[in-house]
């Protein structure tokens, strides 16, 4: 089973929607200027193990927190259950 986990590869469309659906829940953190993170859209760049890379507008607006929700959203909603996934916090070029 975590062989078959460590290997899969997500569509972006899944993974984009899962995380849609947890900011519609809990909305990105704001710093003290009033700037909100943003997340453009997320998408696997490799496997062994999986990795995720989201694409923000600041890496810096988000705190652990907020990044352990994101992490533990993307886990419960593939079924990542046996094996480790990698998020990269990417900023938008």
Not at 51 to 80: H, T
């Amino acid at each position: 089973m975590a062989i078959t986990q460590y290997n899969r590869h997500v569509p972006t469309s899944i993974l984009n929607e899962i995380v849609q659906e947890a900011i519609s829940w809990r909305s990105p953190p704001t710093n003290g200027a009033n700037k909100q993170g943003k997340i453009y859209y997320c998408t696997q760049i490799s496997e062994k193990p999986p990795s995720i890379s989201i694409f923000v507008n600041d890496p810096d607006l988000f705190n652990e927190s907020y990044r352990k929700y994101i992490s533990s959203q993307l886990r419960s909603g593939l079924g990542f259950k046996g094996t480790a996934i990698r998020l990269f916090w990417t900023k938008r070029k």
